[in-house]
Structure formats: structure tokens, C-alpha cells
């Protein structure tokens, strides 16, 4: 045990002691007012030899100022010339002075043609520049399609926030529409298929009545006869409809168009007495189950009184019971599509006749007007009711809606 702190000594005994870092200071600096210390007085010996080899084979090499004007030279009484000729830099010579401006100037008259000639691409009318500028304000042009974008992005989001506010926005322009019924369902779908086509339209619905046809018309003869005595009835009892107001009324009938297979659809009419426009079209139609028109049947009686023109109760009456739905709602709930889809499809396409029909009658009458045509006034039609007539008399249900 007495060896072991003997032996530990003894091996670091052996060790080294560490070395001196060297020092890359290869300059004496000496600060004012102190007295400059020689590096051989600090550093060692070894080291102050390296640093004079390298002085000797890399010899410091001071930076001298070297002024423009030597110093020899007294520069207190120079002028800005002298002092530039003694630093070498001698000012370029004027060959020719510019002359003063007067008062000439101002009463110069300048030719005007070359600057007519220059600006005349620029100020022509059928320039690109003002041509753009010409047709950027014209009724057709890129600031009247930036404002209608404007108002219908405007009209998108009132419409959208409330949809309400659609027909108060279209409403108006020089189109004005009377529907023969005054239910939501047939009313708002024409509504919408005019003011697409028109733009701005006034559509309003009125009650009315098809006297003489049975509650559900069988067949599409009885489907049209429905719609023109809707028409003739709301032209003949409401006085708010007069010649000049065209009127649209929508008729649902069935009609067996293969063995077994019946199918309910609607008759849409419109009527212009004053300018002579009779259209007609039918909307989608619903496959009906053969089990409801045998119901139908049955609920007919032999002695009903309109049986010629159809049944006594209504397929939207059969329908909506055996789907558990509201008698307006059977066609969303037995075929996806409700019965305003349906309209509104149909009743563009009569919106788009009618407008059509209405150009060609302007045009055919400017033309009559020009060639002085003594038969312009006679062009309305004889007969104020629909053409094909009322067709038969007598008080019966109301037709289903």
C-alpha cells in the first residue's frame, strides 16, 4: 500500500510541463505616452527569432499619404483656379457661351404643322387610342358590360341572401303577364321563365276557373280545353285584364298513351288577343300506376255530368294519400322532380315563342305602316276569346291545380 502513492508520482513525474502559445504579433506597437516594451523582453527566445526570419524574407510595408499639393507649398492664399492648376485639373475651355434668355422667348410663335403632323395618329378619330376610348362609352361598349356585371354580381347577392327579393328586382320593363291562377306553384316557375328571357318582366296571377271541364281532364284535348277556358274566364270577370295583357294558364290532365300506361302532364296556353298569338306546349310528363286511374274509375260516378271530359277526382288527390304528401308535393316525392320544374322548363319554351312572335308582329307591322297598308288596322282577331271556344256550359268541380 505504501508503493502505490509512490508509483502514482513518479508517473507524472515523466510528464512534460506544457509549452508556451505562440504569438503572431509581428509588429512593435507602442502606445502614446507609454514606452514601447521589446517582444524579446516577453516572448521567448524561440519564438522572437521566428518572427525576425519572417520580418527579413516579408518585410512590413508601410502605407504613405501622398497629397496633391505637396506639402512645400503654402495653399492659404491660393484661389480655387491656382489650386486646381497646381493639383493638375485645368477646366474645359467654353467655345461658345450660351446667350442669355430674354423676353424674346416668350413671344416666339411656333410652326404648328409639325406637331400636327406628329399628334395626328393620337387625335384622329379612327385612331387606336380614341377609337378605344370611343368605343369603351358607347351604348356596347366595355364600361356598359362592366356595369351590368356589376349590378348582376349586386342582384346574385341580394337574391342569394334573400330569394324573395328575385321578382321585386326583374319586375317591370315593358312585359307584362296575366297567369290564370293564382297558386304559388304555376305563378312563380312563369314567373322566373319570363324575366330569363325578357330580362325584366311583370308577371301577376289572378283566380280563375275552367267551367264546364271535369276535376282531373283525361286526354290532351281535354287538357287544352281546360287551359282556354281558364283564359276566357279571367278575361271575361276580371276587368283588370284587357286586349293588350297576354295571359298563360297550365292545365294538368292524363292520358293513356299505350295500352295500360298513363302518363299526367300539363297543358300550358298563352293567349295575346291584341296581337293575334296563340301558343301551346305540354310539360314533362309523370308515369301514373295503372291502379290509380282504376281508382279514378271507380270514383267516378255513371251519372257525373262533365264523365266525358274526365274523372271526378283528382290523380294529385289519389297520389298524395297513397305517398303520405301534400297534394302540391307528390311529384318531388314520387319522382325527384317537383311540378314547378316542370313548368318552368315548358314555360321558357313558351317564353321564347312569345317573344319571337311578338318581334316578327313589330316587324310585320312597321312594314305594313311603310307601305301605307290600309289593312294595319284590321290585324287584331274579330273574336275576343280563345279560338277553339268554351266548349260546352253547365257549373262543375273546380279542375285540379
Same mark, same amino acid.
Do not use: C
Given at each position: 500500500?505504501?508503493?502505490?502513492?509512490? $508509483?502514482?508520482?513518479?508517473?507524472? +513525474?515523466?510528464?512534460?510541463?506544457?509549452?508556451?502559445?505562440?504569438? #503572431?504579433?509581428?509588429?512593435?506597437?507602442?502606445?502614446?505616452?507609454?514606452? +514601447?516594451?521589446?517582444?524579446?523582453?516577453?516572448?521567448?527566445?524561440?519564438?522572437?527569432?521566428?518572427?525576425?526570419?519572417?520580418?527579413?524574407?516579408?518585410?512590413?510595408?508601410?502605407?504613405?499619404?501622398?497629397?496633391?499639393?505637396?506639402?512645400?507649398?503654402?495653399?492659404?492664399? #491660393?484661389?480655387?483656379?491656382?489650386?486646381?492648376?497646381?493639383?493638375?485639373?485645368?477646366?474645359?475651355?467654353?467655345?461658345?457661351?450660351?446667350?442669355?434668355?430674354?423676353?424674346?422667348? *416668350?413671344?416666339?410663335?411656333?410652326?404648328?404643322?409639325?406637331?400636327?403632323?406628329?399628334?395626328?395618329?393620337?387625335?384622329?378619330?379612327? +385612331?387606336?387610342?380614341?377609337?378605344?376610348?370611343?368605343?369603351?362609352?358607347?351604348?356596347?361598349?366595355?364600361?356598359? $358590360?362592366?356595369?351590368?356585371?356589376? $349590378?348582376?354580381?349586386?342582384?346574385?347577392? !341580394? %337574391?342569394?341572401?334573400?330569394p324573395q327579393m328575385k321578382e321585386y328586382i326583374n319586375s317591370g320593363g315593358d312585359t307584362?303577364?296575366?297567369v290564370a291562377s293564382d297558386k304559388d306553384d304555376k305563378v312563380r316557375p312563369i314567373r322566373?321563365?319570363?324575366?330569363?328571357?325578357?330580362?325584366?318582366?311583370?308577371?301577376?296571377?289572378?283566380?280563375?276557373?275552367?267551367?264546364?271541364?271535369? *276535376?282531373?281532364?283525361?286526354? #290532351?284535348?281535354?287538357?287544352?280545353?281546360?287551359?282556354?277556358?281558364?283564359?276566357?274566364?279571367?278575361?271575361?270577370?276580371?276587368?283588370?285584364?284587357?286586349?293588350?295583357?297576354?295571359?298563360?294558364?297550365?292545365?294538368?290532365? !292524363?292520358?293513356?298513351?299505350?295500352?295500360?300506361?298513363?302518363?299526367?302532364?300539363?297543358?300550358?296556353?298563352?293567349?295575346?288577343?291584341?296581337?293575334?298569338?296563340?301558343?301551346?306546349?305540354?310539360?314533362?310528363?309523370?308515369?301514373?300506376?295503372?291502379?290509380?286511374? %282504376?281508382?279514378?274509375?271507380?270514383?267516378?260516378?255513371?251519372?257525373?255530368?262533365?264523365?266525358?271530359?274526365? #274523372?271526378?277526382?283528382?290523380?294529385?288527390?289519389?297520389? *298524395?294519400?297513397?305517398?303520405?304528401? +301534400?297534394?302540391?308535393?307528390?311529384?318531388?316525392?314520387?319522382?325527384?322532380?317537383?311540378?314547378?320544374?316542370?313548368?318552368?322548363?315548358?314555360?321558357?319554351?313558351?317564353?321564347?315563342?312569345?317573344?319571337?312572335?311578338?318581334?316578327?308582329?313589330?316587324?310585320?307591322?312597321?312594314? *305594313?305602316?311603310?307601305?301605307?297598308?290600309? %289593312?294595319?288596322?284590321?290585324?287584331?282577331?274579330?273574336?275576343?276569346? !280563345?279560338?277553339?271556344?268554351?266548349?260546352?256550359?253547365?257549373?262543375?268541380?273546380?279542375?285540379?291545380?
Open positions: 500500500m505504501k508503493d502505490l502513492p509512490q $508509483k502514482t508520482r513518479n508517473i507524472l +513525474s515523466n510528464v512534460n510541463p506544457p509549452s508556451e502559445l505562440p504569438s #503572431f504579433i509581428t509588429a512593435n506597437v507602442a502606445t502614446a505616452g507609454t514606452e +514601447s516594451v521589446s517582444p524579446s523582453s516577453i516572448m521567448p527566445a524561440a519564438i522572437v527569432d521566428d518572427a525576425a526570419k519572417k520580418d527579413e524574407t516579408e518585410p512590413f510595408i508601410p502605407t504613405k499619404f501622398s497629397p496633391a499639393i505637396p506639402a512645400s507649398k503654402d495653399t492659404s492664399q #491660393f484661389t480655387a483656379e491656382q489650386a486646381m492648376a497646381a493639383a493638375g485639373v485645368y477646366p474645359e475651355e467654353q467655345t461658345n457661351p450660351p446667350e442669355p434668355v430674354g423676353r424674346e422667348f *416668350a413671344n416666339m410663335i411656333l410652326n404648328p404643322e409639325p406637331v400636327a403632323a406628329a399628334l395626328s395618329p393620337i387625335t384622329q378619330g379612327g +385612331s387606336a387610342l380614341f377609337g378605344w376610348m370611343k368605343g369603351a362609352v358607347s351604348g356596347s361598349g366595355i364600361l356598359q $358590360k362592366v356595369a351590368e356585371k356589376a $349590378k348582376n354580381s349586386v342582384d346574385t347577392i !341580394v %337574391t342569394t341572401l334573400d307584362e303577364v296575366i322566373e321563365a319570363f324575366q330569363n328571357v325578357f330580362g325584366k318582366a311583370t308577371i301577376i296571377g289572378l283566380p280563375a276557373q275552367a267551367v264546364g271541364i271535369a *276535376a282531373q281532364p283525361v286526354g #290532351f284535348a281535354a287538357g287544352l280545353k281546360g287551359a282556354e277556358h281558364r283564359i276566357n274566364s279571367i278575361r271575361a270577370e276580371n276587368p283588370r285584364v284587357d286586349d293588350h295583357l297576354p295571359v298563360v294558364a297550365v292545365e294538368n290532365f !292524363v292520358v293513356e298513351l299505350f295500352p295500360d300506361q298513363w302518363f299526367e302532364a300539363g297543358a300550358i296556353v298563352l293567349f295575346d288577343y291584341a296581337k293575334n298569338i296563340l301558343l301551346k306546349t305540354v310539360t314533362q310528363m309523370t308515369p301514373i300506376p295503372l291502379a290509380v286511374i %282504376t281508382a279514378l274509375q271507380a270514383d267516378t260516378s255513371a251519372d257525373y255530368m262533365l264523365k266525358d271530359t274526365g #274523372f271526378a277526382a283528382t290523380v294529385g288527390s289519389v297520389m *298524395a294519400r297513397n305517398l303520405n304528401t +301534400s297534394h302540391t308535393e307528390w311529384h318531388r316525392s314520387y319522382t325527384s322532380v317537383s311540378r314547378s320544374e316542370m313548368i318552368l322548363t315548358a314555360a321558357k319554351t313558351i317564353a321564347t315563342l312569345y317573344k319571337r312572335a311578338v318581334l316578327d308582329y313589330e316587324q310585320t307591322t312597321a312594314a *305594313a305602316v311603310s307601305q301605307q297598308d290600309p %289593312t294595319v288596322a284590321g290585324l287584331q282577331v274579330g273574336n275576343n276569346t !280563345v279560338p277553339s271556344g268554351t266548349g260546352g256550359g253547365g257549373a262543375g268541380p273546380e279542375p285540379a291545380e
